[in-house]
């Protein structure tokens, strides 16, 4: 089975409105969550990650939460801009791997 | 910083036929990385290594698919007798793995693979 999911799969806000995704995952191998951006036709970009030992990470309008026991961790994007319309994967353990397994992604529209 | 640099961006060929592509990770990334995506999915991993030693592959991975990294510096991917399934993005990462365990992937372009 999948070993992270990720939620939703498409998200329309409107600009300047909160936007959540959240990722579950099954294994507890990791210590790394890392999310990416992906506009189209480009490479995915790194744009906030978090290890197991906080529970919350920043970076001016993007945060990032992990619940470990609860296994899920998600995405925070606050004061949405059009520019941050884009596909959002998140990355997890996977089958006690080091190598990160990508959720599906989630299409994030922001409406001007 | 030049990034991950792969090579060709696009890459139309015949069914049957042969297909290499190459990645050229951030010089000083000990770890790199092979994936394919298709329209609408993540990243599916393909393999990986660390230095010159390919220290995994995916079980989807199929015998056509051979990859080398043979100084520890650029890999290279090769695919055999090509069929249509295999028409995707293939993406290219790398990293500098330590002892903090691991770290964020700088990923490239991608080579787009269409297969006539």
């Known amino acids: 089975g999948e070993n992270v999911e990720q939620h939703p799969s498409t998200l329309s806000v409107q600009e300047g409105d909160s936007a959540v995704i959240k990722c579950t995952y099954s294994d507890s191998a990791s210590n790394y969550f890392p999310w990416y951006k992906q506009e189209l036709g480009k490479r995915p970009q790194l744009i906030i990650d978090?290890?197991?030992?906080?529970g919350e990470k920043k970076d001016q309008r993007i945060a990032v939460t992990l619940n470990k026991t609860a296994k899920h961790f998600s995405l925070h994007i606050t004061e949405t801009q059009p520019e941050d319309s884009a596909v959002y994967f998140c990355a997890g353990p996977s089958g006690g791997s080091y190598i990160p397994t990508f959720g599906r992604g989630t299409s994030l529209i922001v409406h001007p | 910083d030049t990034g991950v640099s792969q090579n060709p961006r696009h890459k139309i060929t015949k069914r049957g036929q042969n297909v290499t592509f190459r990645c050229d990770p951030i010089s000083e990334h000990n770890r790199l990385y092979w994936y394919r995506q298709t329209l609408g999915q993540g990243p599916e991993f393909l393999t990986y290594?660390?230095?010159?030693?390919?220290?995994?592959k995916s079980r989807l991975l199929s015998d056509r698919f051979s990859a080398e990294r043979p100084k520890g510096s650029f890999s290279t991917l090769e695919i055999q007798r090509t069929e249509q399934g295999d028409s995707a993005m293939y993406l290219c990462?790398?990293?500098?793995?330590?002892?903090?365990?691991?770290?964020?992937?700088?990923f490239g372009d991608g080579t787009r693979l269409s297969i006539l």
């Open positions: 990462a790398s990293s500098l793995e330590g002892a903090e365990g691991n770290q964020p992937q700088h």
């Open positions: 290594f660390q230095n010159e030693a390919q220290l995994e």
């Open positions: 978090i290890r197991s030992n906080v």
